[in-house]
């Protein structure tokens, strides 16, 4: 579905991104962990068409949308959310919802109606009419969500969804991520949360300044050596995780 | 439909009293008023489009006032042609050039595009005052008056309909942005671009266009303006005192409103028409003080009421149902 061939970002003389390859089958849920600067949300921008690499390609079901603006990808069905959130915030969140509707549905009252399916599968029900910079972050997360699934994406990028969630609001999150791939949704999934990602991903990618170090499934991710050593440390326990 | 709300009804109103205006005095002074608080009200409105609804805060929009102003007074005087042929092609050269301004200054935000904007009309203004040859330089061009709606030479009473149908026009097409789907986009272009890319909207494409727009109904008002003042010279017609009135009427009245820059020329121009003939015949040493006074208004707007005339009413309506919920 996505495939990266050897992608390199370089900012001035800092390689963001260095040589990176991937391949992301349909209906995957798959994890990037790395620490702080290890080029994760970097490689999202690439992805998504925010920046353009300097080396590489990136194919989308097999067309090659290396350097297609974002609003382009994102009408061939791979969109993203923001890991800083970048809500609409003079809008109420049923505006926020429908404008992603209507990338699909010209007509506003279909993007209207699809906007309400949406906000109620993302259990923004109650705030339908909240302007959206009032929301708590919690709910401002889950509108990132929202409006990106309005725009019916194959494929979608999640920016630390769960970041700065309490654990209530993180249970929710996680169970709001797996309804998302459970309609079919292709994810990709930045997250420091390890609890959560460990039991979420069916497959994890480690990025260390900006080159990919590993990648397995869960349970060889937090044995193998070089993760621990760059950024789980050594107290990691999966059992306790 | 469910009921009219009450900015609806307000702009209904307003627009109703404006029509009922000529059949009760025929004073000019007055009607020269009315006429003048609409015709400001459509300029705002149209610079509302871009700088309220799509979030492009121009302070160069006299650039495309003074190109319909000029394209229709040239059109008559020195071609002795319809002056709405001149609105024409008007409306076309400001396409053209809020096409390429829009184009130009894409990338830049705020207050750079801010400033991009308000080099563009200072450059027309240069261009309008040396191109002595085709518009008679800082002279300006006085408009021929040839009685007839074609020449457009008309009365009062006429005007007033005629630009009453401008502002209504003007007022019906930010309805229609604030409930289309393009309207909608726009708002989110407004609100947060990168993030309105990720929803698959061409956030550029869609900026140019409200552009293109805003400046076509510049224009043409500006045309219209020509017309019916008489005379059109640079300095007046391209200076950023124009385009800081047409943002300073929309900003006061309600940015991203449909009546925000109809209440805003309400305001802004009866008071300067009201001060400026109280008190321009008492002294000599008194005609500055409208300036003044109109100063302390704006400062205590901008200080107490930042959402504009508008959110003042929106604030007191929530206050009044929740009283008697």
């Known amino acids: 579905m996505l495939t990266l061939e050897a992608v390199t970002k370089r900012f001035g003389g800092l390689t963001a991104v260095r040589a990176v390859s991937l391949e992301v089958r349909a209906g995957d849920l798959l994890g990037i962990i790395g620490p702080n600067g290890a080029g994760k949300t970097t490689l999202f921008n690439v992805i998504a068409g925010y920046y353009r690499p300097e080396e590489g390609r990136v194919r989308f079901e097999g067309r090659d949308v290396t350097g297609l603006p974002p609003h382009a990808i994102a009408r061939l069905g791979l969109t993203r959310t923001f890991q ?15 404008i992603g509707a209507l990338t699909r549905l010209p007509r506003v009252a279909h993007a209207r109606a699809e906007a309400e399916r949406v906000i109620d ?22 509108l990132e969500v929202a409006r990106a699934l309005a725009t019916r994406p194959r494929l979608l990028l999640l920016d630390e969804v769960m970041a700065g969630l309490n654990p209530t609001e993180l249970v929710g999150i996680v169970d709001l991520v797996r309804r998302v791939h459970a309609e079919g949704v292709t994810l990709i999934v930045i997250e ?38 760059a950024y789980l440390g050594d107290e990691f326990n999966l059992a306790e995780a | 439909m469910s009921r009219l709300a009450p900015d609806r009804w307000a702009a209904v109103a307003m627009f109703a009293v404006a029509a009922l205006t000529p059949l009760v005095v025929r004073d000019a002074f007055l009607l020269d008023s009315v006429i003048l608080i609409l015709l400001w009200g459509a300029l705002s409105a149209a610079w509302n489009v871009a700088g309220g609804y799509a979030g492009q805060v121009s302070l160069g929009h006299a650039a495309f006032f003074g190109i319909g102003a000029y394209a229709a007074a040239l059109m008559s005087a020195r071609y002795a042609q319809s002056p709405w042929l001149g609105l024409a092609v008007g409306v ?13 200054s894409n990338r830049l935000k705020g207050p750079y595009f801010a400033l991009s904007t308000i080099a563009f009309a200072e450059v027309l203004k240069i261009v309008a005052s040396r191109w002595r040859g085709f518009t008679s330089g800082s002279e300006g061009v006085p408009v021929p008056y040839r009685p007839g709606f074609w020449t457009l030479g008309l009365g009062h009473v006429a005007w007033l309909y005629l630009i009453l149908v401008v502002a209504v026009g003007c007022y019906a097409l930010q309805v229609y942005l604030e409930r289309s789907r393009v309207g909608y986009q726009l708002a989110g272009v407004r609100e947060d671009e990168d993030a309105a890319e990720a929803l698959g909207i061409a956030t550029r494409r869609r900026k140019v266009q409200a552009i293109v727009l805003s400046a076509a109904m510049t224009s043409a008002c500006g045309s219209l303006w020509a017309q019916y003042v008489g005379f059109v010279d640079p300095s007046h017609v391209f200076s950023i005192d124009l385009s800081v009135r047409f943002a300073l009427n929309s900003i006061i009245g309600g940015i991203g409103t449909a009546l925000g820059p109809f209440l805003g020329s309400l305001l802004i121009t009866s ?4 001060l400026r003939a109280t008190f321009s015949g008492v002294e000599a ?8 006074i109109y ?26 149902a929740r009283a008697h919920a």
Request: net charge positive.
């Open chain 2, 295 to 320: 100063g302390v208004v704006l400062i205590l707007i901008v200080r107490f009421a930042p959402d504009g005339l508008t959110g003042i009413a929106g604030r007191f309506w929530a206050w009044r």
């Open chain 1, 121 to 142: 599968l993302c259990g923004l029900g109650p705030h339908r009419y909240a302007r959206a910079r009032a929301l708590p972050i919690a709910l401002r997360k889950r």
């Open chain 2, 92 to 104: 076309a050269l400001s396409v053209v050039a809020g096409a390429l301004i829009g184009y130009l």
């Open chain 1, 84 to 98: 800083i959130v970048k809500p609409f915030g003079n809008l109420s969140v049923a505006d926020n919802v429908m």
């Open chain 2, 285 to 292: 040493s008194f005609t500055g003080i409208y300036l003044i």
């Open chain 2, 271 to 274: 008071l300067e028409t009201y």
């Open chain 1, 192 to 229: 420091h949360v390890m609890a959560a990602m460990m039991r979420l991903a069916q497959r994890i990618v480690m990025l260390h300044h900006g080159e990919k170090i590993a990648e397995g499934t869960p349970q060889e991710i937090a044995h193998d050596r070089r993760v621990i050593d």
